[in-house]
């Protein structure tokens, strides 16, 4: 009991802050109206042509890419996949309904808005990575792909978010000049915020740990002071 409620409460805390952070990211970059992430123009230009909402083919298109990885994985993708594809799409379409978030008027307001966009979604990834609970729809997509032809990740990754850029360019999605600054500079941000995310998770935690032994041993010195 003191296992459980020291690791996997808080994590699975820590992984939905980093999921908010990450649907945060997306929805900023989306109301910068600079440009979108590759597989959000594709969730536009989807919601652009056949209804629903942005979060809602940001669910549909993970279930279809989980379905696809595990056909060429021959496994089940770990829960972890299906929580983060429900929850992101349900978050983003949290912050478009209560409307708080607007597209600034001027340009310098735009671009603060696409940065912290850029930086949420990269430190987001990186917090719910550092949860452990499995890897995101794409991730998961790339990593069967990957394995299963020996094709290298960054050669996989890159096939995957221009076929998804080609189909919602067709479909109306939103390609600016952020898209492209997005593809360049989403790597380094979450190689940057990855280990520093781990490094945070794994101090709190071992913290939190030591907080709930010590607490565990002090309640055993009361009871056995109260049984002498």
Same mark, same amino acid.
């Given at each position: 009991?003191?296992?459980?409620?020291?690791?996997?409460?808080?994590?699975?805390?820590?992984?939905?802050? +980093? #999921? &908010?952070?990450?649907?945060? !990211?997306?929805?900023?970059?989306?109301?910068?109206? %600079? =440009?979108?992430? /590759?597989? $959000?123009?594709?969730?536009?230009?989807?919601?652009?042509?056949?209804?629903?909402?942005?979060?809602?083919?940001?669910?549909?298109?993970?279930?279809?890419?989980?379905?696809?990885?595990?056909?060429?994985?021959?496994?089940?993708?770990?829960?972890?996949?299906?929580?983060?594809?429900?929850?992101?799409?349900?978050?983003?379409?949290?912050?478009?309904?209560?409307?708080?978030?607007?597209?600034?008027?001027?340009?310098?307001?735009?671009?603060?808005?696409?940065?912290? +966009? #850029? &930086?949420?979604?990269?430190? !987001?990834?990186?917090?719910?990575?550092?949860?452990? %609970? =499995?890897?995101? /729809?794409? $991730?998961?997509?790339?990593?069967?792909?990957?394995?299963?032809?020996?094709?290298?990740?960054?050669?996989?990754?890159?096939?995957?978010?221009?076929?998804?850029?080609?189909?919602?360019?067709?479909?109306?999605?939103?390609?600016?000049?952020?898209?492209?600054?997005?593809?360049?500079?989403?790597?380094?941000?979450?190689?940057?915020?990855?280990?520093?995310?781990?490094?945070?998770?794994?101090?709190?935690?071992?913290?939190?740990?030591?907080?709930?032994?010590?607490?565990?041993?002090?309640?055993?010195?009361?009871?056995?002071?109260?049984?002498?």
């Amino acid at each position: 009991m003191l296992k459980k409620r020291g690791q996997v409460v808080p994590r699975i805390a820590i992984y939905l802050v +980093g #999921l &908010l952070l990450m649907a945060l !990211g997306i929805v900023l970059l989306l109301k910068s109206d %600079f =440009g979108v992430a /590759p597989w $959000d123009v594709l969730h536009v230009g989807l919601y652009y042509n056949l209804g629903l909402t942005i979060g809602s083919w940001t669910i549909i298109a993970g279930v279809v890419i989980l379905t696809v990885s595990a056909i060429i994985a021959k496994e089940i993708p770990q829960i972890g996949a299906f929580t983060n594809m429900l929850l992101v799409g349900m978050f983003i379409d949290l912050y478009l309904l209560l409307g708080f978030i607007v597209t600034p008027d001027h340009i310098i307001g735009k671009i603060v808005m696409f940065a912290f +966009g #850029l &930086l949420f979604s990269g430190y !987001g990834m990186g917090i719910y990575i550092s949860a452990q %609970f =499995g890897a995101g /729809p794409r $991730d998961s997509l790339m990593i069967a792909v990957s394995e299963r032809f020996g094709w290298s990740i960054r050669s996989v990754r890159s096939v995957i978010e221009v076929v998804a850029l080609v189909i919602g360019w067709g479909l109306g999605g939103p390609v600016f000049w952020g898209t492209i600054a997005f593809g360049v500079s989403i790597g380094p941000i979450s190689g940057m915020a990855l280990p520093h995310c781990r490094t945070m998770t794994n101090w709190w935690l071992a913290k939190l740990k030591d907080k709930q032994a010590r607490k565990h041993m002090g309640e055993e010195k009361t009871n056995r002071g109260a049984f002498l």
